[in-house]
C-alpha cells in the first residue's frame, strides 16, 4: 500500500497491490497479507485493524517516533486488538540507550513490543537492490526471530 513499494512492484516476486484495493482483502486468497499503511492512509487504519489477524507497528527508537504511533496505537485500542499488536523497533542504532528508554516510555501503553530488533544494517538498506538479505547473516537472523514472534502472536 506504500507508495513507493507499490512503484517498486514490477521488480518483486510478491504481489503489490495498491491503495485502492483496500476493500478487496478480505476476498483474497493468501495466507498472510501485509499491508504497509503510509501516514496519508492513517483513515483506513480503524477497518484495517479490525479485520487483522497481527498488528505489526514499527518504529524508530527516538521522541518523535514515540509521539508518532500515539495516535495508531490508540487507534489498535478503539478496534480492541491490543493482545494482537507488536511494536517493533527499527532502525536500531547500535551503543544507544535509546532502545530502553522507548521501551520503558511504551510501557504505558500495554501493547506488547518485541524481543527482536531491527539493527540498522545497510544490508537492510540494500535488500530492495539485492532481492534479499542473504549475503547477510545478523540481518537474517533477525528477520528470522521477528518472524517467529509475529507467528506466535497468531496461534
Given amino acids: ?25 478480505n476476498n483474497m486468497d493468501y495466507d498472510f497479507i501485509f499491508i504497509d499503511t503510509p501516514p496519508y492512509l492513517i483513515s483506513d ?3 484495517l485493524c479490525r479485520i487483522a489477524n497481527v498488528i505489526v507497528i514499527p518504529t524508530k527508537t527516538g521522541l518523535y517516533d514515540l509521539l508518532a ?13 491490543e493482545k494482537d499488536t507488536l511494536i517493533v523497533f527499527n532502525m536500531v542504532k547500535p551503543n544507544t540507550t535509546l532502545t530502553n528508554e522507548m521501551n520503558q516510555a511504551l510501557e504505558r501503553f500495554n501493547v506488547s513490543v518485541s524481543n527482536t530488533f531491527i539493527s540498522d544494517l545497510v544490508a537492510f ?3 530492495a537492490i539485492n532481492d534479499g538479505i542473504e549475503e547477510n547473516t545478523k540481518a537474517q537472523n533477525q528477520i528470522i526471530e521477528l518472524t517467529k514472534e509475529v507467528l506466535s502472536k497468531i496461534s
Fill in 125 to 127: 538498506t540494500r535488500s
Fill in 1 to 25: 500500500m506504500q507508495g513507493s513499494l507499490y512503484k517498486s512492484r514490477n521488480s518483486s516476486s510478491v504481489p503489490i497491490y495498491p491503495p485502492n484495493k483496500l476493500e478487496d482483502i
Fill in 69 to 81: 504511533i500515539e495516535d495508531t496505537i490508540e487507534i489498535v485500542k478503539n478496534a480492541k486488538k
Fill in 45 to 47: 487504519l480503524p477497518m
